[in-house]
């Protein structure tokens, strides 16, 4: 075998196991020297052998760019180390799992092109032990306390009578979602971009239910308390509570939620009964929820501490000590966006001269001003179509139809712009201990012939 042969395959294997050098080796920064810039010669011949075909785009190829054909998540490695499927009841075996004690799996970007999120596909979070299903969820019960004119019980049941329930559709997003995209890697469930999707919610404002028991002066923060034990067992500790400013409780698209995609809430996303706050880490939709405490100033339970759902005010050193104080909690999620079609890895017939893509975009508590398109690492974009939404907080679905100069390696990259104006970086910036915010733009590797 020849050394650039040689060269070749151990680079492929390299970009497995560890991107970054293969990085350096392609674009010459093996000992220490400066970034040259853009592909050429060997780094242009090593690269297209790596990702399987010349590169149409070559020119505009940014230099310390893994190919996505190489980064993580790309192909389905059959490795003993890659992606596990999950095995779970009811569930979807294309979700990958991120952990098994707690559970957390995820939902491959490619399986999130539904218009409504399947219960099926929808991605699973657990920080404790998953109780046992309740045996009657309409005598399900929880309470409102604290800061509140008269304490209100409540069963499912009574929560449905006494109520209006509504039903929309809307992103739940783990405040870690995008967190894989950290350099260095930061510490937590390693998500890419599928602690997300979208289903349709039927609940019980919550504004109405802290209306029934009657705020006082006082309220200024709530805190969720759920049926989950905690790891350990220990029953003195909580899995997860956290809460939030009494403004965003009052929210119209916060919900008590009994129903998922029109059917009961299933137990592992929390039935019978759960919250969904919109726009903000999921990790306020509390599950199996039994208690909200109406607390006078923040609530300092599980979760809501030192870098727990917290960013940095100023950048910090990527990989560096945090200083606690300066630090704030994670409110509003940031802008991201998706490609759900094709999937990362597609192969297209040689001599296709178009690739249909499509995806979603979400933007937090904002709403999607645009998504844009590129297959040419960056160096033109093309706007895509937005599709109505159904409601506040409901996903942008997008699509674009896109021509392809000639057969080859492209990299499809989509970004999407908020509407204050704000657009996906191109790789995950403000790094912090945990983790959060990290919405890099997502791109999928396909292959033409
Ligand atoms: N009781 C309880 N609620 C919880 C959690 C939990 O561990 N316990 N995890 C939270 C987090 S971190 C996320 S991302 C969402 C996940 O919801 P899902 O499993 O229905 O997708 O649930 C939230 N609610
Ligand atoms: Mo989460």
């Not at 003993?80 to 707690?102: C, N």
């Not at 050193?317 to 606690?324: F, L, N, S, W």
């Amino acid at each position: 075998m020849s050394t650039q042969g040689r060269i070749e395959r151990s680079l492929e294997e390299l970009y497995r196991d560890d991107p970054e050098r293969a990085d350096g080796i392609v674009h010459g920064r093996r000992t220490g020297a400066s970034r040259r810039g853009f592909l050429n010669g060997a780094g242009l011949a090593a690269m297209g052998a790596t990702v399987g075909a010349a590169i149409p785009f070559a020119g505009s190829m940014p230099a310390g760019l893994v190919p996505a054909a190489q980064a993580q998540g790309a192909a389905p490695a059959p490795a003993a180390k890659g992606p596990q499927p999950l095995d779970f009841p009811g569930k979807d075996k294309g979700l990958v799992v991120l952990g098994d004690r707690p559970l957390v799996a995820e939902t491959p970007e490619h399986l999130l092109d539904d218009e409504t999120t399947p219960t099926a596909k929808f991605f699973i979070r657990t920080n404790g032990q998953i109780p046992e299903a309740a045996a009657a969820a309409e005598g399900w019960r929880f309470s409102v306390d604290g800061e509140v004119n008269q304490r209100l019980d409540l069963t499912l049941g009574e929560l449905k009578s006494r109520f209006t329930p509504k039903t929309y559709r809307m992103v739940l997003e783990c405040g870690g979602n995008g967190r894989s995209l950290f350099q260095p890697q930061a510490r937590g469930n390693p998500w890419t971009n599928g602690g997300a999707g979208c289903a349709e919610w039927t609940g019980v404002p919550l504004s109405q239910v802290l209306n029934a028991a009657g705020l006082k002066e006082t309220a200024k923060y709530t805190a969720h308390y759920g049926a989950d034990p905690h790891l350990s067992g220990d029953a003195t500790k909580d899995s997860l509570s956290r809460g939030m400013p009494i403004a965003k409780a009052m929210e119209e698209h916060g919900l008590v939620v009994f129903a998922m995609n029109g059917e009961p809430l299933s137990n592992i996303h929390g039935g019978p009964v759960r919250l969904v706050v919109p726009g903000w880490p999921a990790s306020l939709s509390h599950k199996w929820l039994t208690r909200i405490t109406i607390r006078d100033r923040e609530h300092d339970g599980q979760g809501m501490t030192g870098t727990a759902y917290r960013v940095p005010n100023k950048p910090m050193v990527p990989g560096g000590k945090a200083d606690e104080r300066d630090f704030r909690i994670l409110e509003s999620m940031p802008v991201r966006s998706i490609v759900t079609a094709p999937a990362n890895g597609a192969r297209l017939p040689a001599g296709s001269r178009e690739v249909a893509m499509r995806g979603a975009a979400w933007a937090g508590d904002l709403t999607v001003a645009r998504v844009d398109v590129s297959i040419d690492f960056g160096a033109t974009w093309i706007a895509t179509q937005l599709a109505p939404t159904r409601n506040r907080y409901d996903w942008s679905r997008w699509s674009a139809s896109v021509p392809l100069p000639s057969d080859g390696y492209y990299e499809l990259w989509v970004r999407a712009t908020d509407s204050a104006g704000k657009a996906q970086p191109h790789v995950a910036g403000n790094w912090n201990p945990q983790g959060y915010g990290g919405n890099a733009l997502h791109r999928v590797a396909v292959l033409v012939g």
